[in-house]
């Protein structure tokens, strides 16, 4: 099943987005959100997709379906296209995020989340969903990710995040009085 509105397999070249699912959750303790990608599909069938305001479809939009990917450890992605990818857990962010940055087609992640998933490591698992925002502020500087309704954290991500922050601020300050 396709998610609601996508284009036919025929018009796939008429799309400005690509939809594709990550049905992985390796990295999450608990387990089902590989079952996401498919759950989200079924549920875009009940959406209403007229929007009263503006007097459009939301398959005005233009979006292709192209399915599921396989895994993450050979991606070949058009770093050209724009793309909404439907996870699976938050670990997917990150072998994502490097595909992008490292040819040069992101530079920055806006994270809209209840969680910062800042800690160094969970359970013995670097990559776990848990670590996930750090290893891409490692990546591409932390001053380039920006988190978005954080209420959770542990203490130690608390505290190194602040002390990032303060490290950053004092380095923005001693730039603009120099
Ligand atoms: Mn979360």
């Known amino acids: 099943?396709?998610?609601?509105?996508?284009?036919?397999?025929?018009?796939?070249?008429?799309?400005?987005?690509?939809?594709?699912?990550v049905p992985l959750d390796a990295n999450a303790r608990?387990?089902?959100?590989?079952?996401?990608?498919?759950?989200?599909r079924a549920a875009s069938h009940r959406?209403?997709?007229?929007?009263?305001?503006?007097k459009l479809e939301l398959s005005d939009l233009l979006y292709y379906d192209a399915g599921d990917l396989d895994g993450l450890s050979h991606l070949d992605?058009?770093?050209?296209?724009?793309?909404i990818f439907i996870g699976g857990d938050h670990s997917?962010?990150?072998?994502?995020?490097?595909?992008y940055f490292e040819r040069h087609a992101l530079t920055k992640l806006i994270v809209i989340d209840a969680h910062a998933d800042f800690r160094e490591t969970y359970?013995?698992?670097r990559y776990s969903n848990a670590c996930v925002?750090?290893?891409?502020?490692?990546?591409?500087?932390?001053?380039?990710?920006?988190?978005?309704?954080i209420r959770s954290a542990?203490?130690?991500?608390?505290?190194?995040?602040?002390?990032?922050?303060?490290?950053?601020?004092q380095a923005r300050s001693s730039l603009s009085l120099g």
């Open 92 to 99: 997917i962010t990150y072998p994502l995020f490097k595909y």
């Open 154 to 169: 542990s203490w130690d991500e608390y505290e190194f995040m602040k002390e990032v922050w303060s490290c950053h601020a």
């Open 30 to 40: 608990l387990k089902g959100a590989r079952d996401a990608p498919d759950a989200i």
């Open 47 to 54: 959406l209403e997709t007229f929007l009263w305001r503006d």
């Open 123 to 125: 359970m013995g698992n």
């Open 133 to 149: 925002m750090r290893r891409v502020a490692e990546l591409a500087g932390f001053e380039n990710v920006i988190e978005v309704g």
């Open 1 to 21: 099943m396709k998610f609601a509105g996508s284009l036919h397999d025929n018009d796939r070249a008429k799309a400005v987005y690509e939809l594709i699912g």
């Open 77 to 83: 992605l058009d770093t050209r296209r724009r793309r």
